[in-house]
């Protein structure tokens, strides 16, 4: 079994689980090396995707400019700090020039970059960024909120709360009207201070 996976990381996790004093030799932890480096080459996949390969040629020249908005799209990511999982909905939005991305392709996206090591504010820019990039809409929103399991396994410890970020660009940046039909949409009204994250910061401490 350990022919199909690389054994040194197979033997870290060993190395981890004694040293959190655990023998690793035991009947419910001798296979779980295996199931650890398949899990984590799982949650890391973003990492060898190919964003043109992901949109597979799903970019469209059309005739509209209104708002196309995709939202409450789940996803999983692992704090860059912890290795703990944070997990939430992002909502994508925005105005197309002349092109148009496949509906389906947009959650594709979010998976590429939250199948990484990440933080909320960077998960958020990235999509913005990259749909910016891909079809120069006149303007991206993008809205992501998460629960953040290192701070509510650990540190704080609060269980009830969650993060919110965004990254606005263009008419959703520079429009307070278009912002906030954005916001109206999915049902953030009392969102229009979230944090922008153009300017990527950290969203969990890192201690």
């Known amino acids: 079994m350990s022919g199909m996976y690389n054994d040194s990381m197979q ?3 060993r190395q981890l689980l004694a040293s959190l004093g655990e023998d690793p030799e035991r009947e419910g932890l001798v296979n779980t090396p295996v199931r650890v480096e398949k ?7 973003g990492y060898h995707a190919d964003i043109d390969q992901v949109l597979n040629n799903a970019l469209f020249t059309v005739d509209y400019n209104e708002m196309v908005i995709v939202k409450d799209i ?3 990511s ?5 290795l703990l999982p944070f997990f939430g909905k992002c909502h994508v939005a925005y105005l197309p020039s002349t092109k148009v991305i496949g509906l389906s392709k947009i959650p594709r996206l979010v998976d590429v970059f939250s199948r ?4 909320q504010e960077r998960l ?6 990259t749909i910016r990039e891909k079809i120069a809409p006149l303007g991206v929103a993008v809205v992501v909120e ?4 290192c701070m509510s396994m650990r540190g704080v410890e609060k269980q009830n709360s969650f993060a919110v970020t965004s990254s606005m660009l263009g008419a959703f940046r520079t429009n307070a009207r278009t912002r906030m039909e954005f916001l109206e949409l999915i049902k ?3 969102a229009a201070t979230i944090r922008d994250t153009s300017a990527a910061s950290v969203a969990c401490v890192d201690e």
């Open 124 to 129: 958020t820019s990235q999509i913005a960024e």
């Open 116 to 119: 990484r090591l990440q933080v």
């Open 11 to 13: 033997d870290l996790v």
């Open 78 to 82: 692992l704090c860059e700090h912890h």
């Open 188 to 190: 953030l009204r009392g």
């Open 74 to 76: 789940d996803f999983y």
């Open 39 to 45: 899990a984590l080459k799982f949650l890391t996949s």
């Open 146 to 149: 998460a629960t953040h399991l």
